[in-house]
């Protein structure tokens, strides 16, 4: 399971790095689900919003060997659905003067510090101008981040051990 995943690797092993642009409604999920998950996990975070490029040598040269990128990604999902994806999974063709594409990033970070690099994806409604993240995604985030601050459940074999006073 993703939560299960992502509480192995929390910390300072785990930098979260938050995408999208605040001002085009469910694009800020990425910023949301970012900050929820760093501030769980106790992992460094940066607000990379539109341009994480800007923040590569932060990324580079930081004491975390794993970088989470998290973002609003069209998975052809409900609206809310989050998903851990390989830098695999990401279309790189998405270049233009003002923003290099995950993918891109990714590889190239990959490639400078040996780190292992993720992105979490967050299924968005409406990327509109103006717009407030949507409540389905909003009900996305609040769960998900949720599941990481409980406890997580006894595996197979495990037994749950309670205290009592004698």
């Not at 607000?47 to 994480?52: F, I, K, L, R, T």
């Not at 270049?95 to 400078?112: D, F, G, Q, Y």
């Not at 985030?141 to 006073?165: D, H, I, K, M, Y």
Request: a negative charge; aromatic letters at 4%.
């Amino acid at each position: 399971m993703v939560v299960d995943l992502l509480r192995g690797c929390a910390g300072e092993q785990l930098l979260v790095v938050g995408v999208g642009n605040p001002s085009r409604g469910d694009d800020a999920a990425g910023l949301l689900l970012g900050r929820g998950v760093a501030e769980a996990l106790r992992a460094a975070y940066i607000a990379g919003e539109d341009v994480p490029e800007h923040y590569t040598e932060q990324m580079r040269t930081g004491p975390a060997t794993q970088v989470l990128f998290v973002d609003a990604v069209d998975m052809g999902m409900p609206p809310g659905h989050i998903a851990l994806l390989r830098v695999d999974d990401l279309d790189d063709t998405s270049i233009s003067t003002h923003k290099v594409s995950l993918a891109v990033l990714a590889r190239l970070l990959e490639a400078m510090s040996g780190k292992q690099v993720r992105l979490l994806g967050i299924q968005p409604r409406s990327l509109g101008w103006g717009h407030e993240v949507s409540e389905p995604v909003r009900a996305g985030v609040e769960r998900f981040v949720r599941a990481l601050t409980q406890e997580p459940a006894p595996t197979a074999g495990e037994q749950s051990v309670t205290a009592t006073g004698s």
